[in-house]
């Protein structure tokens, strides 16, 4: 993970900064934009309970699955807002708001999407994703 990785969203925090946080949201965009499996399996628990922008709720193999396979594929995430709520020593959520254009199976979708996550210190005292929700805020669709 490089700098400019971590001044996107450090340029796009609202609020107080949670460096630690804002650096799991670096590592997770990361992840996303280059389909980084290993990185992923690291950040996501096990137990994930995430909705995605459909509505469903995807699990963690679901999501691996999507990247490894090729499914997804991020092409942009340009993010706009970044707000960080600590709950406490272990658990923190982030909502974040981003431009992104994602490959879908073949079909590009391009708009904004605003996530949020819930990150929390598991067992391992290592901080991953346990859960969250990804949502459509505007759209325009249409092949590159």
Sequence with gaps: MSDIDTIA?????????????????????????????????ELISDDLLFTGPDGRLGTK????????????????HIPEELRIRRVGANVA?????????????????????HYTRVWAREDDKIWRVVGGHVSLV???NGEQ
């Design 9 to 41: 969203l450090e340029q796009a925090l609202v609020g107080i900064a949670d460096q630690e946080i804002v650096m799991l949201e670096a590592r997770i965009r990361a992840a996303q934009l280059s389909a980084d499996t290993t990185a992923l399996n």
């Design 61 to 76: 193999a679901q999501d691996i699955e999507a990247y490894r396979s090729g499914t997804v594929k991020f092409i942009a």
């Design 93 to 113: 959520i982030s909502s974040l708001r981003a431009q992104l254009t994602v490959d879908v199976a073949g079909n590009i979708s391009r708009g904004t999407y």
């Design 138 to 140: 505007n759209s325009s």
